[in-house]
């Protein structure tokens, strides 16, 4: 039985973050539908291995979904084709026999490439470092049990905490914005008592870290909430702005 | 060399809090003028790192991913112990402590376990401090679950999503510590040696993994976080990246590794599907409680499934053998992982197996459905049925899941005495990457204790015992005799690999090696098999050196120069495993010798000569490890054989 796919890739070759990029085509054929799309890259990269031809450099990891590595822009949707998943967990049975595939890296004046396929993403670290924590050191806090949290909210604040960090809210907002990112982890923090008292400071600082990496402006296209493969939900930026973002105006 | 764990003296519980009262510290001035490097963000690397920059010591933390959120601990799923016993339901630190050392089958080290267990409610307490969104009952607070091998509910979790949630908030307190200056953080940058100054670790060699370059760093203390060797199999549950080199760095330059041969084999794991696979997916344990699992009894219809013939569902209930109910009446599918391992690989090697390889039986939720409704399960499970409809494209509401056992974690690595000091002193050891806790066997929801515990509660009282002596030791600049030479030594292994131009991928020979360790390392291990192993890992690791074959230069970003460095110390690892197995003439834990089973093929321990942790030596990169022993004292805990009948 064989139901193997031969496919033809476009896929956006840099050699380095200031050389000039280019798509360069290649063909693979007797790809499993089985096999998970990075399996199939994967696949093409030992085959250019044997060729004596530079692999492709790509992000993974976990390849499961949560490590928030992965970042592929597959025909023009980040992590590809499938709703609400991650790039390493697109399987290649969602594409056709004979398809052509285009493959470019995230795109976005955040998230300069470093090398084919592959961006930096440091600038959310720099934002989480702007203040997206709570402060307290080890040792020395309350008892866990100590503040009773309502379910709902202790819920939502898992909800908005299941960000992986993985930056197709960006790539696909038109404005490069990331408020996606923000206003998740604004709301996971201030939805509990622990990360209330910081609250506003936290979203102040964060966004502006934002402003000055240079992410975009968010116009509300909604775009990232499509994108995002955990469903993070744009009512997140809603509670940014309304609680938080009006304080600025008052001070 | 004698290896001394350095226990502390006094009673079991209170040793710890006698070596906190006497042991040495550093004054804040002081802090300002240590540096401490610490390799890995995983749970233990971004807690100890976080902890260390807020007691002010000067900081340097590495990473290979992107961002330290990426560590494997985000794999995570199912929770984290404590013995807080908020249920009430009779825990306590002693019933922690003795549930781990007998998890562990008698193989661990009583006084770090029960400080394990004691300082266990401090990292919940922390967690939710940072804003760890655990999961609540509606009188809002904390909710507990319970996990195979515990009679009380002592796990907290955070959705299906625990080792995320803990590592974001080790993460976040990581972050903020490098905004306050205290943590120089460098991603994307692998350890590729450990410089020793005059016996003691005095820093590392970097590479960065864009340009390729290598750094010297300098730290009065050296912390190795990085986690497991399970990847050695090439296929396991663990990300691509995770590897085993930082601790072959360690073992080359003089600390001994403990019991590598103990790794643990998940039973419910998706089977693999084909030559092209790249890892293992984990199927959460908790299935097993409403899954039931079984191959077909008759030889025909395992064969007619084989070839696609018929279906599982075609097979009717009485020809169906629901094995582990058949053999553990007691524990049924319940019981620990490596019974329920094995007793998988027993089944398909009878050509009892199902699947199109026959390496895979079912873990069937009819019969749960029908007496709870499709609902309550979905409510249970939905998103673990989606991720394997996603992977296999089969629906487990309608067909039975299909699972095979396969390598999850590592209990053996870097010894490391009562301070978490290796045998190099100021080489340190935390998380996964050490031997330390889970003797032969570890429990579900103890390894993200583990890590934590080391990171935020242990090396920071410990490691101030240390520099305590050291505050007069200036920091040196790199140039210095051992940093250069160790630099030059790095750049030789990469340049030695790139020059080899041979014929075979790096991940050919992985594959190569993942076979050998699975077949004759893996689920069950006899004596023949294992010599046959040592041979045939000597043959990959010559083949690696004479064929292997690398396309690129050093510099720049080069990822098979990567992963083929990564290889050559699996292969290391692979030599190592199979030594151990080999003369650890017992069953234990994670480790089955054929040769030593009863007569219904239970494990058989043999704790007359092997209660000690077997601790390898390197002797040159052309002779065989020598090994030593710890001997293993057992003063509180009553030995005895496992049993799950
Ligand atoms: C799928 C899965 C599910 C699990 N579920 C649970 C669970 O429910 N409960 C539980 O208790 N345990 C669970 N475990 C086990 C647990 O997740 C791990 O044992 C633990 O997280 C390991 O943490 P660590 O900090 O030691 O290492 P890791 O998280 O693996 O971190 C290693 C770090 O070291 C870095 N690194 C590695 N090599 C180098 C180098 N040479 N140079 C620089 N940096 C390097 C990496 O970049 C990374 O930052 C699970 C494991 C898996 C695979
Ligand atoms: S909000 Fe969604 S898309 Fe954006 S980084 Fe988080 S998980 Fe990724
Ligand atoms: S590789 Fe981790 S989310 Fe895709």
């Known amino acids: 039985m064989d139901n193997n796919l031969s496919l033809t890739l476009k896929i956006w070759r840099q050699n380095d973050a200031k050389a000039k990029g280019r798509f360069e085509t290649y063909s693979l054929d007797k790809v499993s539908p089985d096999s998970s799309f990075l399996e199939m890259m994967d696949i093409l990269n030992e085959q250019l291995v044997n060729e004596d031809k530079e692999p492709l450099a790509f992000d993974h990891d976990c390849r499961e979904g949560i490590c928030g590595m992965c970042s592929l822009y597959i025909n023009g949707r980040p992590h590809g084709p499938d709703d609400d998943i991650t790039t390493c967990q697109l399987h290649m049975r969602r594409f056709k026999d004979g398809e052509t595939i285009t493959i470019e890296p995230w795109r976005s004046a955040g998230f300069p490439v470093i090398k084919d396929l592959i961006v930096n993403r440091s600038g959310f670290d720099q934002i989480i470092a702007a203040g997206g924590y709570t402060s307290v050191s080890t040792g020395g806090v309350p008892d866990a049990n100590a503040i009773p949290i309502p379910k709902p909210d202790a819920d939502e604040a898992m909800d908005a905490a299941s960000c992986i960090g993985c930056g197709a809210c960006v790539a696909a907002c038109k404005n490069g914005s990331a408020m996606l990112f923000v206003s998740a982890k604004v709301s996971h923090l201030a939805l509990l008592p622990q990360g209330k008292v910081e609250a506003v400071r936290r979203a102040k600082s964060m966004v502006s870290k934002m402003d000055e990496l240079g992410f975009g402006n968010c116009t509300n296209t909604g775009a990232c909430e499509v994108e995002c493969p955990k469903g993070i939900s744009i009512a997140n930026i809603a509670r940014l702005n309304r609680e938080y973002l009006c304080a600025k105006i008052q001070d | ?645």
């Open chain 2, 1 to 645: 060399m004698k290896l001394d764990s350095r226990i502390p003296q006094g009673p079991l519980a209170k040793k710890w809090e006698n070596y906190k009262n006497n042991q040495k510290l550093v004054n804040p001035s002081n802090k300002r003028n240590l540096d401490i490097i610490v390799v890995g963000t995983g749970l233990a690397g971004a807690s100890a790192a976080a902890s260390f920059g807020e007691m002010g010591f000067k900081v340097k933390s590495f990473t290979i991913q992107d961002s330290p959120r990426r560590a494997h601990s985000i794999a995570a799923q199912g929770g984290i112990n404590a013995a807080k016993n908020y249920p009430n339901d009779g825990d306590s630190v002693h019933r922690l402590f003795y549930d781990t050392v007998k998890g562990g089958d008698y193989r661990a080290r009583e006084a770090n376990v029960y400080r394990l267990a004691q300082v266990s409610n401090d990292i919940i307490d922390q967690c939710v401090a940072q804003g760890v969104p655990f999961a609540r009952e509606y009188g809002g607070l904390l909710d507990n679950r319970s996990f195979g091998g515990a009679q009380v509910s002592r796990t907290f979790y955070a959705k299906g999503q625990t080792g995320q949630q803990l590592l974001i908030g080790a993460y976040q307190s990581l972050m903020r510590q490098v905004n306050a200056g205290t943590v120089d953080l460098h991603t994307r940058t692998e350890i590729v040696e450990i410089v020793i100054v005059n016996g003691k670790a005095r820093g590392v060699i970097a590479r960065n993994l864009v340009t390729g370059e290598f750094t010297r760093h300098f730290a009065h203390a050296v912390v190795l976080a990085t986690g497991g060797y399970g990847n050695t199999f090439f296929l396991s549950t663990n990300a691509m990246g995770s590897n085993g080199s930082a601790l072959i760095k360690a073992f080359e330059k003089g600390a001994a590794f403990a019991n590598p041969c103990f790794a643990q084999i998940h039973p419910t794991c998706i089977p693999v599907h084909g030559e092209f696979q790249s890892k293992l997916t984990l199927m959460s344990e908790s299935l097993r409680n409403d899954g039931r699992i079984w191959v077909p009894k008759k030889k025909e219809d395992a064969e007619a499934i084989r070839a696609n013939t018929l279906k599982p569902t075609d097979i009717k209930e009485e020809d169906r053998d629901y094995y582990l109910e058949r053999r553990y009446p007691a524990f049924g599918n319940l019981v620990p992982r490596d019974v329920a391992s094995r007793a998988a690989k027993e089944r398909c090697d009878a050509g009892f197996g199902v699947g199109a390889t026959g390496l895979a039986v079912y873990l069937d939720f009819k019969s749960s459905i029908e007496r709870l409704g499709e609902e309550t399960i979905r409510s249970r499970y939905g998103n673990l049925f989606q991720m394997y409809d996603k992977i296999v494209d089969d629906n487990p509401y309608e067909t039975p899941m299909m699972i095979y056992p396969a390598i999850h974690y590592t209990m053996g690595g870097i010894w490391v005495d009562y301070e978490l000091q290796t045998t190099v002193p100021g080489l340190f050891a935390a998380g996964e990457a050490n031997f330390s806790d889970h003797g032969a066997n570890r429990l579900g929801a103890s390894a993200l204790m583990q890590g934590l515990a080391d990171g935020y509660f242990v090396l920071p009282y410990t490691i101030q015992n240390y520099l305590a002596d050291d505050i007069r030791t200036p920091r040196m600049t790199g140039e210095e005799k051992e940093f250069v030479d160790a630099e030059n030594a790095a750049k030789a292994k990469f340049e030695k690999i790139l020059a080899v131009k041979g014929n075979r991928t790096v991940d050919n020979l992985h594959k190569e090696l993942g076979l050998v360790m699975w077949d004759f390392v893996g689920m069950a291990r006899n004596k023949e098999g294992l010599q046959h192993a040592i041979e045939r890992i000597g043959e990959i690791k010559k083949e690696f050196w004479t064929n292997v074959k690398i396309p690129g230069t050093t510099s720049g970003m080069n990822v098979e120069l990567e992963k083929a460095s990564r290889l050559s110390d699996f292969i290391t690892i692979g030599d190592l495993m199979a030594r151990d197995a080999l003369q650890r003439e017992e069953s234990c834990g994670g480790h089955f010798r054929e040769e030593f089973q009863t007569e219904e093929g239970e494990a058989l321990r043999q704790d007359e000569a092997f209660a000690y942790a077997a601790c390898w030596m390197y002797q040159g990169e052309n002779n065989a490890p020598v090994m030593e022993k710890e001997d293993l004292t057992f003063d509180v805990v009553k030995i005895a054989q496992r049993n799950y009948k």
